[in-house]
C-alpha cells in the first residue's frame, strides 16, 4: 500500500500502527505550509495526510510523526498540548525502532539520532535535518541560502525580493514593490531573477 515510500518491514509496523490508532492515511497533494497533518474526529476514523512529494525518508519521519499524534490522541483527546511532552514521548518511542541502517542512511542517521533528544513540532524546523532530508529529493530546488547577498529572487506567490543579509538563523530581505523587510528561512525555495 505504501510500497513507493517505505521498505516492507517499516510499511509492516505502519500499517499495524494505522490499525491501532483508528486512522485513516491519505496521500494528498503537496502543502506548503506542512509536510503531514493529523486530523481528529469525534465520530469516525481520525485522518492523516501525508504530501505525495516527500522522498522516502521524509515520509516515514513524517509519517511517525502523525501517528505519534494518533496515538495521544487516543490516550488523551484534546487533554494535552499537540507537541507537548506526551507527543515528545510518543515521538521518541514511535520512532526508536527505525533509527538504524535498515530505514536511513547514515547521515541522515546521525542528524536524526540529534533531533530526536527534543523533537520540535516539525523537522523543517530542524534545519540541519531539513537540508540532509533534501539532498535525497529528486528535483533540485534553489533556497534563499543558495543565494548571495544582494541577490534578487520571486518566491511561489510572485513577489520579488532582495536578499540583504544573514541573521543567526534566517536572511533579511527586502520586498522590492513595498520596500518592507522580511525574514526568510534559510531553506525557502526560491527563483532567482
Not at 511561489?156 to 541573521?167: C, D, H, P
Request: charged share 30%; with cysteine; glycine share 4%.
Amino acid at each position: 500500500m505504501y510500497s513507493k515510500y517505505l521498505n516492507s518491514k517499516a510499511e509492516k509496523q505502519i500499517l499495524k500502527w494505522e490499525k491501532d490508532f483508528h486512522v485513516k492515511i491519505e496521500i494528498s497533494r503537496p502543502s506548503k505550509t506542512r509536510l503531514g497533518v493529523f486530523i481528529p474526529k469525534q465520530n469516525g476514523e481520525n485522518i492523516i495526510r501525508i504530501n505525495q512529494d516527500l522522498n522516502r525518508y521524509s515520509f516515514l519521519i513524517t509519517i511517525i510523526h502523525e501517528l505519534a499524534h494518533a496515538s495521544v490522541w487516543k490516550k488523551f483527546a484534546a487533554n494535552v498540548n499537540p507537541h507537548g511532552i506526551e507527543w515528545k514521548n510518543e515521538f521518541k518511542s514511535m520512532m526508536l525502532p527505525f533509527l538504524n541502517p535498515v530505514f536511513f542512511p547514515e547521515d541522515i542517521l546521525r542528524s536524526l539520532a540529534l533531533h530526536m533528544i527534543n523533537p520540535k513540532s516539525s523537522t523543517v524546523r530542524d534545519i540541519s535535518l531539513s537540508e540532509i532530508l533534501r539532498s535525497y529529493n529528486k528535483s533540485k530546488s534553489i533556497t534563499i541560502k543558495d543565494l548571495k547577498d544582494g541577490d534578487y529572487f520571486r518566491v511561489s506567490n510572485g513577489k520579488e525580493f532582495k536578499r540583504i543579509e544573514k541573521l543567526r538563523k534566517n536572511y533579511k530581505c527586502k520586498e522590492l514593490l513595498s520596500g518592507r523587510l522580511y525574514s526568510f528561512s534559510p531553506l525557502s525555495e526560491v527563483i532567482p531573477l
